[in-house]
Each structure stands twice: as structure tokens, then as C-alpha cells.
């Protein structure tokens, strides 16, 4: 059973490569959109796991967003995106 | 910005959340499409603002997650409508005052006329008054294109007219006509007569045959300068003279006689002012006039009319000037004087502003109760006047 869909898995990358379908979608991934170093948007997220003004880590399909920085504040929160503004020093993934 | 401006008009509230997880607090919330924006850290939670709708659901999760909600502001124009609610005398004013302000922005005030030199305003006013346009009338009840027809047709010397409307402002523009110029035709034969009677003084003649000469009394209506020449044809074998006719021009001045009789009565009243003062009020709507306070207590007065225009209200103030009757007689010398004045005054009003005076002969003749004033004014003026010659 995990062999299936380990291969559907891959048939499905082969397709979305092939066809150029958009990967946030077909694959659940987080779509971050960044605005010099004063705002990141990410869509597509699951969670808020941490919050606080130096570091803020946010859950989504490919493992928890770590955002680090100074200041740092929600804009808006919304089921389907969340803005966050203030001084992004670093973004990583933590899997 | 515009997210701004929609927020206020629905109305938002800043809360604090306290608790030990607010994150999972935030994460609920959104989970169920709460919107949450400004989302801070502070001393003691996170302060974050949330629509009223929104906030009515908050209470839940935060029963849920044992998180403590406190409302720090309210904001937005539902709290301010629910403020000013329990005034109502305060929503009142305000409607009347709107209502007042488009009632009175119906009508029209004022009219103002721009461009007029020869035709007076007033009667541009009297003329729009008998078409029932005047200040105070609604502004929808004006035909603006319909009344700049009829001012046309009715004012031969207005060319253009233009009317607008302006707020409670009616504002015509006028461009008049410019008359041309009468042209002299100096090809075409005349003859001078004399405008008045008179002994001739001078005359200069720079076309024509001149029939008078100096020291010659004419009278009205006689030909000064004749347009007509006599050509002597020396050359000719027949003796019949001919004529040419020719445009006269000359300037003729004479010695011109006027009389001014009048009798001046010896007894007279000066009116001595006392200094004292009445005004009274009186208001006109739709010409109906109302006195307001109309006792006057002076035996004799002076009355001084003001007017003023608000619409279709007019104000009259009458003010009154008390003064006591004396009866005075003047001696003949004061008299004299007097009919000196009278004659000096009439002249400059009565005589053309080119006339010389060249002497005044006043008699006085001494009756029992009045001076009785005849005078002869002898005057030096242009009396030549030009008439189509007819062959």
C-alpha cells in the first residue's frame, strides 16, 4: 500500500513537472512572498506555533517556517494567508 | 488605506489576550475565519484587533483555550452612531438643519447683471420682475433659456446674454450692442439754417455762400449758409450763370437772449431742527406692508425712507427728524441775493455746457409782499445747423 502511493507520488511530480501545473496547489506547499526584508506573506499555512517579537515559527505542509528578526508583528491573520511585518533577519525550515 | 476606511465604517475592537497559549488561540480563530489584523506582542499577551462580528465568536475559543480576552478600545462609527443615540434633540437640529439648507438653496437670492453700460440694470430687473423672476423665486420655475429669448427680443441693444445659475446666485452676462457711427456724408449738398433766433456775431465758412452777416438778426429757421455757388463763366458767350452744390460747413455763433422771471415772497418758514429723532420700522412681503410701530409724536417732521432687500422681504426704515416752524421775513437785500442764487443755479442746469454767458440784466421790482425778478441773459453759442438741401 505505501509502495502505491509512493509511486503515485512520483507520477504525479512527473505529471506537474511536465505539464507546469503550479506546485502549491497540487502539493499543499506554502506560497511565501517576500518584501525586502519588512514583510513576508505566506499562503497556504497550517499553523501558528510560536509567537513572539524576535522569532516566530508558523507550521505548513513542508515542516515549521522559523522567521527571525526584530519587531516583529502579525498584519492580518486569515484562514487561507498571514502577514507578518517587521525586521526579517532569517527565514528557515525546520523539519 | 480603503481597508482602513472599510474597518472604521464597520466598526472594530482592540483587544488583549492573555493566557498561557495565545498562539493557539490565534490559530482558532483563523481556523475559523475570524479576521484578525495589528497583531502585537505587549508586556502582558498580544494585543490584536478584530471586527465586532468577530469579537461575538471570540469569547468562545477563548473559553477554549483558557486565554483571558480584555477589550482595550472600541472604535469605528457604530460605537460613535450608539454615542450620540440618546441625543435626539442633537440628530434632530441636524436634519432640520440640512433640510433648512436645501430649502433655502432652492431659491434665488440675488441677481447680478455684468456688462451693461447703456442699459440700466433696473430695467433689466423691472423687465425679469413682470415675467415673475425676481429674488425669492424657486430656482426649478426659471426658464433660463426661455428668458434670455425674451430679453433678447425685448432689448434691441443687447447682442449676447448669457444666464447661469449659480448656488442661490442668478448671473447674467451681457455684451451690448456697439452703434455704428453716423457717417457724414460730405458729397452730399446741404444748406445751414439758424437753430434759434439771434444777432450774429462771427461766422467762419468753410463751404458754401454765406447769406447773413455780422450783425444780422436772424431767426429760427433761416438759411445762414447756402450750399448752392454761383460759378461765374467768364469764358462763356451767354450770360445765364450756373449753379453748384456743395456739402456747407461753417460756424456760426451769435448773441442769444433768454428770460428768467419769478417772483420771490417776502415771507418764508425755516424749519429749525431739534435734534430729536424717531425711527420706525415697517416690513413689506409681497408688497403688503405692515407697520410695525407707526405712532409718530412730532408735530412736524422730516421723513427719510430706507429700504432693504432680503428676497422677497423688503424692510423699510423710516426715520423721522422733528424741527420747529418759523416764520421769517427777508429784507430786499437778502432777497436779491437770493434771486442772484436762483438765476446762477438755473443757468449752469439749464444752459449747454459750450454756451458762454455774455451778460445778465436783472431787474428787481419791489411789490408789497414779494420781489418780482426779470432777467435777461445774453449768451454767445453755436447756432448753425445742418439741413438736406433740396433741388
Redesign the interface.
Known sequence: MKKIFKVNQNIKKKLVNTLELPKEIIFNLPLITMVGNEEINIENYK???????EKIRINTACGVLKINGEKL???????EN?IVTGVIQTLEYLS | MLLNINNFCKGYVLLEVTGFS??RF??L?????I???????NKNG?V?KVSIKGFKLLKKYARKTGCKIKILKKSGLPFKIYKYKKRKIFALGMILLICLLYFFSSFIWKIDIYGNKKIKSSEILNFCEQKKIKAGTLKHKINIKKLERELLENFSDISWINIKIKGSKMIMNIKEIIPAEKIINKKEPCDIVAKKDGLILNIITSAGTPKVKINDVVKKGDILVSGEILIENNNSESNEPSFDYVHADAKVIAKTYYQINFKIPYEYVLKKYTGKTQKNYSVAINNKKINLLSRVKFKAYDKITRQKNFGFIKLFINEYREFIPIKKIRSISDAKKFANKIINNRIIREFDFETDIFDKQINFIDKKKYLDVQSIITALERIDKKIKLQK
Open positions: 499553523g501558528v506555533i510560536e509567537y513572539s517579537p508583528s502579525f498584519k492580518q491573520i486569515t484562514a498571514i | 495565545t498562539e490565534i490559530n480563530a483563523s481556523y475559523n475565519n479576521y484578525l489584523w495589528d497583531i502585537k506582542k498580544v490584536l
